[in-house]
């Protein structure tokens, strides 16, 4: 009910904010369009990249400091719950409202459908193909590295793609490359597939240098992932330690405190123990 209520609440701001804008009359020209196209893209690859961030914890490569030793994720109650799901479904949703404003007001609305649906079976397929290897698969490793790859090459684009919004505004930037031919155009099949990985059969100064930053944040910020989830295991492995000497400093002393004559009594099952 969390889920469905956000996802309605996001999907009902979005479309009153574009019926608005409609009637006002407020229809955006090309430059404010490719703006708000080019914010929301950029907004997008900061959540695809966490995204990023997030599918080998849920596969559990990286550590998560809420859990236990056990993968048990500690204090999070059935109203915690309801607020990320909540929350975090509000956020994505509303997201997608915003990036689909400049098309709905525009002559792309009518392939709004078909890209939900599609975008729904694939969503779906990748939810459940997660599901299914965190709960089948004795090693995750080589699904963590796909979708965890998949989703940063997306991250790019997004970042890329919307950079290059904001050039197409305020100037563009000298052209380095290009690849002659219609087979290699972006805006084409079959190359226009990996269009939203950063794909671009010519590259301004802005885009490659966008392309190469967005690149090393994400392998920075995978670092940083992987280094904090050591530093997490290695708390964990100590605890453990602890908490073992500990018990055996417990049960030195609880002996030490124990009768001599129920220490002549139980010799025979120490040595059992022993």
Same mark, same amino acid.
């Given at each position: 009910?969390?889920?469905?209520?956000?996802?309605?609440?996001?999907?009902?701001?979005?479309?009153?904010?574009?019926?608005?804008?409609?009637?006002?009359?407020?229809?955006?020209?090309?430059?404010?369009?490719?703006?708000?196209?080019?914010?929301?893209?950029?907004?997008?690859?900061?959540?695809?990249?966490?995204?990023?961030?997030?599918?080998?914890?849920?596969?559990?490569?990286?550590?998560?400091?809420?859990?236990?030793?056990?993968?048990?994720?500690?204090?999070?109650?059935?109203?915690?719950?309801?607020?990320?799901?909540?929350?975090?479904?509000?956020?994505?949703?509303?997201?997608?409202?915003?990036?689909?404003?400049?098309?709905?007001?525009?002559?792309?609305?009518?392939?709004?459908?078909?890209?939900?649906?599609?975008?729904?079976? !694939?969503?779906? &397929?990748? %939810? /459940?193909?997660? +599901?299914?290897?965190?709960?089948?698969? =004795?090693?995750?490793?080589?699904? *963590?590295?796909?979708?965890?790859?998949?989703?940063?090459?997306?991250?790019?684009?997004?970042?890329?793609?919307?950079?290059?919004?904001?050039?197409?505004?305020?100037?563009?930037?000298?052209?380095?490359?290009?690849?002659?031919?219609?087979?290699?155009?972006?805006?084409?099949?079959?190359?226009?597939?990996?269009?939203?990985?950063?794909?671009?059969?010519?590259?301004?100064?802005?885009?490659?240098?966008?392309?190469?930053?967005? !690149?090393?944040? &994400?392998? %920075? /910020?995978?670092? +940083?992932?992987?280094?904090?989830?050591? =530093?997490?295991?290695?708390?964990? *492995?100590?605890?453990?330690?602890?908490?073992?000497?500990?018990?055996?400093?417990?049960?030195?002393?609880?002996?030490?405190?124990?009768?001599?004559?129920?220490?002549?009594?139980?010799?025979?099952?120490?040595?059992?123990?022993?």
């Amino acid at each position: 009910m969390s889920a469905l209520w956000a996802s309605l609440a996001a999907v009902v701001l979005a479309a009153s904010v574009t019926v608005g804008l409609y009637f006002a009359g407020k229809n955006f020209d090309n430059y404010t369009a490719e703006i708000i196209e080019g914010v929301s893209k950029v907004i997008a690859a900061f959540c695809v990249l966490q995204l990023s961030g997030k599918v080998p914890k849920w596969l559990g490569l990286y550590a998560n400091k809420k859990e236990n030793a056990d993968g048990v994720v500690e204090g999070l109650d059935t109203k915690s719950i309801r607020f990320n799901v909540a929350w975090n479904l509000w956020r994505e949703v509303a997201e997608c409202g915003v990036f689909l404003i400049p098309y709905m007001l525009g002559e792309s609305a009518r392939s709004i459908p078909v890209s939900a649906v599609i975008g729904t079976v !694939i969503g779906c &397929a990748g %939810g /459940y193909g997660t +599901y299914w290897a965190s709960n089948n698969m =004795k090693s995750t490793l080589g699904v *963590a590295f796909f979708l965890a790859n998949l989703t940063g090459w997306l991250s790019v684009g997004l970042f890329v793609g919307g950079c290059h919004e904001f050039e197409e505004v305020w100037g563009m930037t000298p052209y380095i490359w290009k690849i002659a031919g219609d087979f290699w155009s972006h805006k084409r099949f079959p190359m226009v597939m990996i269009k939203p990985f950063g794909y671009s059969h010519k590259r301004t100064v802005l885009q490659c240098v966008t392309f190469w930053f967005w !690149i090393i944040l &994400a392998f %920075g /910020y995978h670092y +940083y992932k992987w280094n904090q989830s050591q =530093k997490i295991k290695a708390e964990r *492995a100590a605890k453990t330690v602890h908490d073992e000497e500990s018990a055996l400093e417990s049960v030195a002393v609880d002996r030490s405190a124990t009768p001599d004559s129920f220490k002549e009594d139980s010799a025979p099952l120490e040595e059992v123990e022993a």
